[in-house]
């Protein structure tokens, strides 16, 4: 494998690092109860963003594209963009049976729309190098909904306290904000919105 590496391989495994590190910090703050812990989950989220911008960029300058690198960064981005937000709204207090199912969907929305866009990039980019547009919205674009739970984290609005408090809804709890990574996930994996990729 190493002598199939590239350097942009590296940052994609960085990114993957980045959003394995965010999944600890969560499981720390269940643990201790310590908000920090949320905002370093946010933290190596941002990090893993970094260096999920910087691969694409070290692997046009060095012209090193292979389908080993686009797996990779596949599924480092289900890791970064997809697992570890979800952990992290869990961990904020979307906890009740209806957030964990619509958070199950987020992620597993996020896994359909990399394969998906893994079986379709040589369609998408109308034989070029490079991809003209996206179908969905791309998954790194949860870094939003990760900022809006570091804010919360940071302004206390977490656990019982969390914008737009908690329902009964039969047998399980169900906490509004979570509708927001249902209709993220939905985005990702919608074939009518078309994003035009810098």
């Given at each position: 494998m190493l002598r199939e590496l590239h350097l942009a391989d590296v940052f994609t495994l960085a990114n993957a690092g980045g959003g394995t590190a965010a999944i600890f910090a969560v499981m720390t703050y269940l643990r201790t109860g310590r908000p920090m812990f949320l905002v370093l989950a946010a933290g190596a989220i941002g990090l893993a963003f970094v260096f999920d911008f910087m691969d694409g960029r070290v692997a046009r300058v060095r012209q090193t594209h292979s389908v080993m690198g686009r797996e990779l960064d596949s599924l480092s981005d289900v890791i970064s963009f997809g697992a570890a937000p979800a952990a992290m709204a869990f961990g904020a207090g979307l906890d009740g049976g209806w957030d964990q199912l619509i958070l199950i969907y987020f992620v597993g929305c996020g896994?359909?729309?990399?394969?998906?866009?893994?079986?379709?990039?040589?369609?998408?980019?109308?034989?070029?190098?490079?991809?003209?547009?996206?179908?969905?919205?791309?998954?790194?674009?949860?870094?939003?909904?990760?900022?809006?739970?570091?804010?919360?984290?940071?302004?206390?609005?977490?656990?019982?306290?969390?914008?737009?408090?908690?329902?009964?809804?039969?047998?399980?709890?169900?906490?509004?904000?979570?509708?927001?990574?249902?209709?993220?996930?939905?985005?990702?994996?919608?074939?009518?919105?078309?994003?035009?990729?810098?």
């Open positions: 896994v359909a729309r990399l394969a998906r866009f893994n079986v379709t990039a040589e369609a998408l980019s109308a034989g070029g190098a490079k991809v003209k547009y996206f179908e969905g919205t791309p998954i790194p674009s949860s870094i939003l909904l990760v900022g809006m739970l570091t804010v919360a984290a940071l302004r206390s609005r977490i656990g019982p306290a969390i914008w737009g408090g908690v329902h009964d809804l039969g047998p399980w709890r169900f906490h509004p904000l979570t509708l927001l990574f249902g209709l993220s996930g939905s985005l990702m994996i919608s074939k009518t919105l078309r994003i035009p990729k810098l």
